[in-house]
């Protein structure tokens, strides 16, 4: 069965909308947003890796499309996923602009 990857949503895109201010993330670049990039790419391994960094803010960038199709400055390690993946599930409570609610894991 064919992997379908899901793209941002809605909330995610809007906040890194604003965040950006609408502008392209690439410095010098004052082209609009016209794509959302997966810094670390939304696949059917990474997804089970990261389960919830992959759909987050802290995995998106808003591109213009120029940029969007050079994008392998963006790639971001396994370790920094991991550290981010830890994060959000040991800290995150709530994130309303993810679309998905995190609840604190507690280690015993």
Not at 49 to 76: D, E, M, R, V
Request: glycine letters at 6%.
């Amino acid at each position: 069965m064919k992997y379908i990857a899901k793209p941002f949503s809605g909330k995610v895109r809007c906040a890194v909308f604003d965040a950006q201010e609408g502008m392209c993330a690439v410095d010098g670049c004052y082209e609009r947003i016209r794509d959302f990039h997966h810094c670390k790419p939304n696949t059917k391994t990474n997804n089970k890796l990261y389960p919830l960094f992959i759909p987050s803010i802290f995995n998106c960038k808003g591109l213009c499309t120029k940029h969007h199709t050079n994008y392998a400055q963006w790639n971001i390690t396994d370790a920094l996923c991991h550290a981010y993946e830890e994060w959000l599930r040991n800290f995150m409570v709530s994130m309303p602009f993810s679309g998905i609610t995190y609840q604190k894991i507690e280690r015993g």
